[in-house]
Each structure stands twice: as structure tokens, then as C-alpha cells.
């Protein structure tokens, strides 16, 4: 394989297929949020660290996600290219364990960033060192207070797509039963700490805390 052919070692995926139901009718992912579509905080944080960006939704979410990602007034990008895809659930409403293996499964880098569409403030600080901390592992993950944030981690895109494809398969809907079965590596909150605040896993579920999120950032919060 020559070095033009070779495939990026890092992407992203940006989960989108939830059903958004305490937040009303409407899908949170495309949100607007202090005047741009809440995803497109999300994507706009995480592009400049990958080389490709997959979305993860239902077919009926493309459409106005793809919209939501366009360029406009409040674009944040890089000069940087950025491919996007979309990684349409195969079988709708099986959680966030199908959403994973999808969207890995679209991906093209070794090593993929997975991130929640309704975490606004992810710092990619952290990100970059969970790609750092991932090398050799099949899994970087966080836990704070006992609890794993597997929707802010990053995941080798085949063994953990496999991982999560088998934990279907034994009818396991909950993200740390398929990462049970993978070599990772773990960073406790001190080690977080030292290159994000807490505040980069929080995320928007109500319109409360949307409109919660746009005061910080009108405020000078960390996702401007």
C-alpha cells in the first residue's frame, strides 16, 4: 500500500440515532444551541483532531443532519478537508451498542473517536489524549465516580464494531457489556483532569438544559 493509499489513522463518530424523547418531539441532535445546530458544535469540536467524520442516525435524521453540518455564519472549521458519511442504523432502535458498531464499522481510521451528538462542550484535549492513550489497546475509556462515559471514548474501529456486534447478539443493549470483551485502558478522573474539565461530558437531555447550555456559552463557556 502506498503512502497516498494509505487510510487515516484516526476518525470520528458522532452518535445521532437516539430517539431524543425527554427533550419533545423534536430531534436534539440539530438543536440550535446559542445559534448553531447543537451536532454541529459537536462535529465542529472533533473534525480538527480526524481525518474522516462519520454521523451515526436513523434514515429519517439524514436530511436535516447533513443540512446541520453544512458551512455557514457560526462554522468553526479548519482549512483542513473533512470527509463526512453517514452510518445508518441497519435495524432501528437498538441503542447506542448498535449505534457504535455502525458508525465504527463506516469509519476509515484504526482508531476512532466516539462521541454523543448532545455533549456540546467535549474537550478536545481530551480527545487527543485518548487517541494517545488507546495505542495498543483495543479501547481508551473514562470513568468518573465508578461510572464509564463510553460515549466519550475512543475505540479500535474493528475489535470494538466486533465487540459490540457480539454483545448484540447475546441481546446486550448496554455499551459496557461489548466493552467487557476489549483490551482498554482507563483514565480515572485525576488523569481527566489534567487535560479537561468535568463539565466536557455533560449533556443536553431537556430543553432546560439547552437552554442552560446557551447561557454558559453566551457567557463565555468552554463550547464557544
Known amino acids: 500500500m502506498t503512502a497516498e493509499s494509505k487510510l487515516p489513522e484516526r476518525s470520528a463518530v458522532v452518535l445521532a440515532g437516539g430517539h431524543s424523547t425527554r427533550f419533545g418531539e423534536a430531534d436534539k441532535a440539530v438543536a440550535n444551541l446559542a445559534g448553531t445546530p447543537m451536532i454541529r458544535r459537536v462535529a465542529d469540536r472533533v473534525r480538527p483532531l480526524v481525518d474522516d467524520l462519520v454521523v451515526n442516525c436513523r434514515a429519517e435524521q439524514v436530511s436535516a443532519i447533513r443540512d446541520a ?16 458519511c453517514f452510518a445508518v442504523d441497519p435495524v432501528p ?6 449505534g457504535i458498531a455502525a458508525g ?13 451528538c448532545d455533549m456540546p462542550f467535549v474537550d478536545p484535549d481530551l480527545l487527543t489524549h485518548l487517541f494517545d492513550r488507546a495505542v495498543g489497546h483495543d479501547a481508551a475509556v ?3 465516580d465508578e461510572w464509564f462515559q463510553p460515549t466519550q471514548a475512543v ?4 475489535a470494538t464494531a466486533e465487540a459490540c456486534e457480539r454483545a448484540l447478539e447475546r441481546d446486550e443493549r448496554r455499551i459496557v457489556e461489548a466493552i467487557a470483551d476489549l483490551d482498554y485502558a482507563v483514565l480515572e478522573e485525576p488523569e481527566i483532569r489534567e487535560y479537561a474539565a468535568l463539565e466536557t461530558f455533560e449533556n443536553v437531555n431537556t ?4 437552554e442552560a447550555a446557551a447561557e454558559r456559552i453566551a457567557a463565555g463557556g468552554r463550547s464557544n
Open 93 to 98: 432502535d437498538q441503542g447506542p451498542v448498535a
Open 69 to 84: 453540518l453544512e458551512p455557514g455564519t457560526h462554522s468553526t472549521d479548519t482549512d483542513r478537508d473533512h470527509a463526512i
Open 155 to 158: 475505540y479500535r474501529s474493528d
Open 142 to 144: 473514562v470513568r468518573v
Open 104 to 116: 465504527l464499522r463506516a469509519a476509515s481510521g484504526e482508531y476512532a473517536a466516539v462521541v454523543a
Open 207 to 210: 430543553r432546560e438544559e439547552l
